[in-house]
């Protein structure tokens, strides 16, 4: 099967940087959509940033300008660069892809999600 593993949170001051990596493995024959969504206690999930085969690339209007996302293809891997963080955007960070094995069918896959706390 798939798996996507996320790493690289953790607890940041205002105004500081993180990156977020997450690594999908296993039975992988082409990765098309990638993305990162996040969810404050509370509120319900959101798309933050999302990379779409081809190098095209969408952001929520909160983090535009400060959040970076890229993939690396080699690797199969996306990261997510954070910058200017804000104490709002404290959130558990999801990893999502889209994913075909060798059947050729897609199906998305999530990552176990990581903690990201920005402090005031």
């Known amino acids: 099967q798939v798996q996507l593993v996320e790493s690289g949170g953790g607890l940041v001051q205002a105004g500081g940087s993180l990156r977020l990596s997450c690594a999908a493995s296993?039975?992988?024959?082409?990765?098309?959509?990638m993305a990162w969504y996040r969810q404050a206690p509370g509120k319900q999930r959101e798309l933050v940033a999302v990379?779409?085969?081809?190098?095209?690339?969408n952001y929520a209007d909160s983090v535009k300008g400060r959040f970076t996302i890229s993939r690396d293809n080699a690797k199969n891997t996306v990261y997510l660069q954070m910058s200017s963080l804000k104490p709002e955007d404290t959130a558990v960070y999801y990893c999502?892809?889209?994913?075909?094995?060798?059947?050729?069918?897609?199906?998305?896959?999530w990552g176990q999600g990581t903690q990201v706390t920005v402090s005031s």
């Open positions: 990379d779409i085969t081809g190098g095209r690339t």
């Open positions: 296993g039975n992988i024959f082409s990765i098309n959509r």
């Open positions: 999502n892809a889209e994913i075909s094995g060798y059947s050729r069918v897609y199906n998305a896959y």
